[in-house]
């Protein structure tokens, strides 16, 4: 009874209601917390560091330089080193932007905005991906090929934002100095110069609504998408401060660059001048003329002044790709094995067989992904029910499982 008596007198040292009014009552040192009132002191927590973030000031000294953003990079991407130092620069360049707008300067600092160019498979995703690990400031990646005129099926313009206002946990002050990677900007081209009856909702309708976006200006935001919500309340974000960066494989953009390069073509000099082309990678050379001649409008491409090219991946960058950044596919793969005690091991010419697979189906660093999973996926389902420690595969297994999936494909096709 005095036990009863005395947990009836328990009371929370904050509200003061006892035990028998709160679902739960957390005991200390020398007091007590009720559920109730160890929520709110969670959320003044959250509050106060979300605000503590926001004032946070920018430090030049502290900010990863070029070259400094361009070995972090180097760890994990192979190659591209032009998208790399493009890359790099834009990034530097927009965290001093910041810091002369925190200042008031009299002299305003327009952001470039950046387009990186490149078949499928050579990294653009990736670069993304990998530069977001290193940011101070808030990073999206969106993808333009769900992306529609408003009123149509499909992701407003204004979804881009919402994606980064998420990141930021709905900080507007961290949102509005954020970077956004928009995938696949090749997708919503112009579809072409003539007319047609039917609206063009998801190319140059959306290109159009991008402007506002990219030049800077006052957006209304939902805050939880679009149109599943019509009777939220919209949030201003200002893009002025806020970096683009877009990426697309462009595919049969060489074919533009091939003929603007021939149009200047007349006399001997030119003739010799075209001995040095290289004609293997025609991408080096592309220019905004020829974005213009995909698709894209010139509004939009007068707002993403930085123009870079990542080059087709060869035999020697996609045997690298295969094991030395610190995520490459084989690592992966030893780490799989490694959680189940099983020290895998390739022999030497399964990297050449996948490399010459790679080539062969002509998908870049993509297909390198695709063939092992192929190799490995019995090994995968057999391995783990198994009392081995170790497995070594053989290029005789290589090309077993290779020939075993593509039988397999013809007679399901």
């Known amino acids: 009874m005095a036990e009863t008596n005395r947990k009836s007198k328990d009371r929370c040292s904050f509200c003061r209601r006892s035990r028998d009014e709160v679902q739960l009552l957390i005991s200390g040192v020398d007091g007590f917390i009720c559920n109730e009132c160890a929520s709110q002191a969670y959320e003044i927590v959250q509050q106060t560091f979300k605000q503590a973030l926001s004032d946070?000031?920018?430090?030049?000294?502290?900010?990863p330089k070029p070259q400094d953003i361009k070995r972090f990079l180097d760890q994990y991407v192979i190659g591209q080193d032009d998208a790399k130092r493009y890359l790099s620069v834009s990034v530097y360049n927009h965290y001093k932007r910041l810091l002369q707008s925190d200042k008031g300067d009299d002299?305003?600092?327009?952001?470039?905005?950046i387009i990186m160019v490149g078949r499928t498979g050579t990294g653009k995703t990736l670069l993304a991906r990998t530069i977001a690990k290193l940011l101070h400031?808030?990073?999206?990646?969106?993808d333009a090929t769900v992306l529609t005129e408003a009123g149509y099926v499909g992701e407003d313009i204004e979804s881009i934002l919402t994606r980064l206002l998420q990141v930021a946990d709905y900080n507007v002050a961290q949102a509005e100095k954020g970077i956004v990677f928009i995938d696949?900007?090749?997708k919503i081209a112009r579809k072409g110069?003539?007319?047609s009856i039917t609206r063009d909702v998801s190319g140059e309708g959306v290109q159009q609504g991008l402007l506002k976006l990219l030049e800077g200006s006052v957006v209304n935001v939902p805050p939880q998408g679009g149109r599943k919500h019509p009777d939220q309340k919209m949030i201003p974000v200002n893009t002025k401060n806020i970096l683009f960066i877009c990426g697309g494989a462009f595919d049969?953009?060489?074919k533009k660059i091939a003929q603007r390069l021939n149009t200047h073509v007349v006399g001997y000099n030119a003739v010799r001048n075209t001995a040095t082309i290289d004609k293997e990678n025609l991408i080096q050379y592309i220019a905004p003329q020829d974005l213009k001649a995909f698709g894209l409008i010139p509004e939009i491409i007068g707002r993403m002044p930085v123009l870079t090219y990542l080059n087709p991946l060869d035999r020697a960058a996609l045997r690298s790709i295969l094991t030395e950044p610190k995520n490459s596919i084989i690592k992966?793969?030893?780490k799989l094995f490694e959680m189940d005690h099983v020290a895998l091991t390739f022999d030497e010419e399964v990297f050449e067989y996948i490399v010459d697979k790679a080539i062969e189906y002509k998908l870049g660093a993509r297909g390198l992904r695709s063939i092992v999973e192929t190799i490995m996926m019995d090994v995968m389902f057999e391995l783990p029910s198994e009392n081995k420690d170790k497995y070594v595969v053989t290029l005789d297994y290589a090309k077993k499982q290779m020939e075993k999936a593509n039988i397999a494909r013809m007679q399901n096709s």
């Open 56 to 63: 946070t000031q920018l430090n030049l000294d502290e900010l």
């Open 107 to 113: 002299v305003e600092i327009e952001k470039s905005n």
């Open 137 to 142: 400031v808030p990073f999206t990646i969106v």
């Open 184 to 186: 696949e900007i090749d």
């Open 193 to 195: 110069d003539n007319p």
């Open 252 to 254: 049969g953009i060489e």
């Open 332 to 334: 992966q793969y030893v």
